[in-house]
């Protein structure tokens, strides 16, 4: 039948269809735009859908699917006829599950079809054997011995009676991902009694929900969902960024999975029995990305937790400087509910200070490798060759230009030279493979421009270095490090260029290796007394589902960031859940840090960048599920500790300081010891609690950081089944350079080490002549501080004061908004505003800030400042209009100020900038006394006055403090009568 019908669907008469079939052909498979007869569910003018109602069946004999398929058959012929495709060509038809057909063609019949209109791809056929591409296998989930089996009694148990939350841009049901499981099912009492969500099926792009996908929701009070034209009003998910990490953590098992038409093998989640609820609170934007307003994320927390989610996966941006935005202090009450939270860590890195989601009471997952690489390598003209990675076919050699040189008339070098859509000229790029520089679009974007353009093949390289990515390309593809990128470019510029691309090569990768995109600790917020990220798991080029909407028409797709790790986290958070129900959120990630690893699959230390990676890299390591299962003791707290340590922060006070106390940051009862400034000697304190079978006795076993010596006392714990054991950790100060973290850890050893795991802390400090706050706040136009001084030294401590000074203020009207600002080549648009700022020799500091008060709710602005030379030097891009850059080198500073999103209905807002530039020179700040002796480790007090401020102004002033020979430390003053 289906042969017939590939005859009748090409037109033409019979000595065309007769025609001697073109030779040097190859089998390629054509993907035409129009979706299916199992997913087309409407749109069409005439036609019904097609698409079976829940739980029924495709009726290929119904008249409204005779119907479209007679729409698709004749869509099908005219594509073949502009083509040039012959009826004995076409070797079958497709229009069930996938819309196309498979035809012998010639290269050049395949190059044409590539630009005809109606076709979303053209790819050649390759033979793949079947494979698991996910990261169940490296993570030791699978195999007789794997956690599955051995915890769960197989896959089809393994997070059975857990419900994973997952806030992002929606889920795509249809995926078979998130197929109905098997019934019965055994934990239907349990999931029964907990769960009160609801399906909302939405209004376009309607979902239907089942024991898999047991609830969905969307939320639109930003209005975010209304600025792109294709979006769906309802749960399901366009952008696919929701659908990725949605069965990242909680996916069916054995999913068979293809891209661009190629088998990838079959997928699985962490916990592929637990169950699934979607809150989309993400929207797909015209830049390309996905954004959801505060308004709405919290709203989705609120709706998760009420739902009765027992986790909930958070992939989403997050403040790097505070613990009290809406969405964290929201997962405060998740967490005190029991409800454990794994966000992103963000993929601002790898410089350092970039982590976000530093609140205790969330777990911040960094993203590493994994060992499932492809190896491709570039041989140039000249003979020299670069390997890097990529999959796919080879490019035999051929001609090869730079995009910068390749771009259509009128569009800017740096268009061009990022390939950005539509920036290529046809009469450069034909035929040839095109070197194209990361950064701005898609990595595949860039390889779809390539091909659009009559490439035929595409070079990617970093600059600066970036992670190494094999994604699956419009046109084979490697991607190579910036040396390597470099030297071809400089190729590339000479006469008669040309190169070759060889076919991928599957490799065991060493990995893990950090992710040059993993944000990195020290936090800023509590000033690197609690150590962020929390942990690592695997994050790059992770296969998992997406919305074909957005993702070329595919399925599934391999994405990167550390939005892929953190769901790998809630997922073995479902599983630790599943087999102990009564474990806090905190013992879950307690149980999963101090089990983590801290070495590759060679043996060697985990990498990052050539070097050795560290604590504030990875937290406590890369997860290794099994050994979470008997984690022996945890490190417990809860709300009453959580408030404490934030009034110990300075980001609370008043009567919840009052009535709960305060507590130094770095004493937390946490799995992990980090003290951001020690001046001198410090002593921490923690708790740990048995929660095995049995009672244990262990003996601390400790790794100094270098430069310092460590003791812990008692040395040797015994703790009973329940109950909990203190200890101290004192860290001095031998040889450590001032203002240099060190690393080192406490393990502690469990003398029954068949029934008990190491319990494992890293340590993490950094020496300093004075621990001081970075930052102090007042009010009032007449007021005083007192700034609190731990000295690591004896001697004589001076207190040196610039101003205070008031805000300069500068007023932008910004129309619009801007989500895809190119830092790379910065420009003022309607939405982004240029502000210069001279900064005189002498001075002490510059700060660039907006303020959230300015705004309504909803509203995101984001600042990026340039030197006189064009480099990026600063940048504060949180989710809110709360953004601050700090600089301390004379000179001219452009700051451009960008309109991320506004509140739904807005469409413009004036946008208040202040930058104060503090001189030398005292204003009407004071700090006594101006000198004192100290002592190492005995706390001083300098006690700061204010007066005669104007209301209404935002003043800045800045206390530096000095060893009666050098400046050793600041604090900036914030001032706002």
Known sequence: MLTALAV????????????????????????LADAPVA?????????????????????????????????????????????????????????VTFNGFAANLTEAQAGKLRHTAGVLNVWKNEIRQADTVGTPQMLGLEGRKGVWEKQFKGDEHAGEGVIVGIIDSG???????????????????????????????????????????????????????????GEFKSPRDYNGHGSHTAST?????????????????????????????????????????????????????????????????????????????????????????????????????????????????????????????????????????????????????????????????????????????????????TGKIVLCKRGVNARTEKSLTVRDAGGVGMIQYNDPDNSLNADFHFVPSVHVDRAAGLAIKAYAATAGATASLSAGVAVTARAPEMAAFSSAGPARAGNGNLLKPDITAPGVDVIAAVAPPGNNNNRWDALSGTSMSSPHIAGLA???????????????????????????????????????????????????????????????????????????????????????????????????????????????????????????????????????????????????????????????????????????SLTWVPEDRDEFTDVRSPIAVRATAVSAPASINGTGGTGTAALKVRPGFTGTLTANVSGAVPAHVTAL?????????????????????????????GSKLVRFATSDADYAAGTDIDLFAYDAAGRLVGTSAGGTAEETITLTAAGTYAVYVVQFALPAGQTQATVRHYDWVLGPAAGNLTATPASQSVTTGVDATVTLDWTGLTAGTRYLGLVALGDGTAEIARTVVSLRP
């Open 8 to 31: 009748a669907t090409v037109p033409g008469s019979g000595a065309a269809q007769a025609a001697t079939e073109p030779a040097h052909t190859n089998l390629y498979l054509v993907q």
């Open 39 to 95: 997913s087309y569910a409407g749109g069409v003018a005439g036609l019904a859908a097609t698409k079976p109602a829940r739980g029924g069946k495709v009726d290929l004999d119904s008249s409204s699917t005779r119907a479209y398929r007679g729409h698709l058959a004749a869509r099908k012929g005219d594509v073949r006829r502009k083509g040039g495709v012959s009826a004995t060509q076409t070797v079958r038809d497709f229009d």
């Open 171 to 229: 889920i795509w049901p249809d995926n078979p991902s998130f197929a109905a499981l098997p019934e019965p099912r055994p934990d239907a009492a349990t999931v029964a009694g907990k769960w009160r969500g609801v399906c909302d099926q939405g209004v376009t792009g309607t979902v239907s929900c089942n024991n898999k996908l047991i609830g969905a929701r969307y939320y639109n009070a930003s209005g975010l969902g209304d600025r792109w034209p």
């Open 249 to 429: 953590s909680a996916g069916n098992h054995g999913v068979a999975a293809t891209i661009n038409g190629l088998s990838v093998g079959e997928l699985s989640g962490m916990a592929p029995a637990a169950r699934i609820a979607a809150y989309k609170a993400l929207w797909h934007q015209p830049g390309g990305g996905a954004s959801g307003g505060t308004v709405d994320l919290v709203a989705a927390v609120d709706d998760a937790v009420a739902d009765g989610v027992d986790v909930i996966n958070y992939s989403i941006s997050g403040s790097q400087t505070s613990f009290v935005d809406p969405v964290e202090l929201a997962f405060l009450s998740a967490a005190d509910a029991g409800v454990f939270v794994a966000a992103s860590a963000g993929n601002s890195g790898p410089g350092a200070s970039t982590v976000a989601h530093n609140s205790p009471w969330i777990t911040t997952v960094a993203a590493s490798t994994h060992d499932r690489a492809s190896t491709k390598t570039a041989t140039l003209g000249n003979g020299a060759s670069y390997t890097g990675v990529g999959v796919g076919a080879a490019v035999p050699a051929t001609g090869l230009v730079d995009a910068a040189t390749a771009g259509r008339s009128g569009v800017p070098a740096g268009d061009a030279e990022l390939c950005l859509l539509n920036s290529l000229d046809p009469a450069k790029v």
């Open 574 to 744: 479902a599983l630790l859940i599943g087999k102990n129900p009564t474990w806090s959120p905190i013992w879950v990630k307690s149980a999963l840090m101090t089990t983590a690893g801290q070495t590759d699959n060679s043996g060697a230390p985990i990498q990052r960048a050539g070097r050795a990676a560290n604590p504030l890299d990875f937290g406590a390591g890369h997860v290794r599920p099994a050994a979470s299962f008997k984690p022996g003791l945890v490190y417990d707290s809860g709300y009453a500790d959580w408030v404490r340590f934030l009034c110990g922060t300075g980001q609370v006070s008043g009567q919840a300081c009052a009535t709960y106390g305060t507590l130094d940051p770095s004493d937390l009862n946490y799995p992990s010891i980090s003290v951001g400034a020690l001046p001198g000697r410090q002593t921490v304190t923690r708790t740990v609690t048995n929660i095995g079978k049995e009672d244990g006795e262990y003996t601390a076993k400790v790794e100094a950081p270098a430069g310092y010596t460590a003791t812990v006392s008692p040395s040797r714990i015994k703790v009973k089944k329940g109950q909990s054991a203190t200890f101290t950790v004192t860290l001095t100060r031998t040889t450590a350079a001032l203002g240099q973290w060190s690393f080192g």
């Open 813 to 841: 009207d910004l129309v619009g908004t801007n989500t895809s600002f190119n830092t790379a080549a910065p420009a003022t648009g309607p939405a982004a505003g240029r502000i210069d700022v001279a900064v005189p020799a």
